[in-house]
């Protein structure tokens, strides 16, 4: 193959940033290195295919790209009702007076477990999305189960699960007004 000389933009600029001992090991390690005539070639020198290839014994099926790193998501601490480290103090307490209305309303009454979970996942998901920052979320008090509404007493654990938990700064019990302690206020974090 023909040694070619190729001028490219910017190498006059690029070999002034590098340092003398930087440009001399460049300069080595690309010494036996010839220009191809391909303008897209691999590093064995032929042209590279234009169509993907097939993994013989599976139809259809493209060799796996490489993937990258999965974010980490940020981890935040569990809450309790009237208790949060994400919000300041005058904000939670205004949360737990009832002094920040409501934007949407969830009622669960007479819903199943699941039932109730599903509804309460889909509500606090779209509520974000749609820019709501407060909603209540009415559990029902349970006074015809042993140790209070099974509900009342789940609310809290999905709130603080990871699918919601990222998506809520704090909640609390409402006032007697919006049901007291068969509802709870939910201040939820702005959309990202």
Known sequence: MAKHKQKRSGDKEERASLKPDDEALFLSAMKNVEPSDSPRSTASGSAVESTPHRLSGRKGRLPPQPQSAPRKRKTY???????????DGRTLDRLKRGQIRPEARLDLHGLTQENAHRELVSFIVEAQASGKRSVIVITGRGRLSEGGGVL??????????????????AFATA???????????VLLRRAR
């Open 77 to 87: 601490a569990p809450l309790a009702a009237g208790r949060s480290g994400d919000v």
């Open 152 to 169: 009342r007493n789940q609310t809290p654990n999905w709130l603080n699960a990871p699918a919601l938990r990222a998506r809520i700064i």
């Open 175 to 185: 006032q007697p007004r919006d049901g007291g302690t068969g509802a709870l206020y």
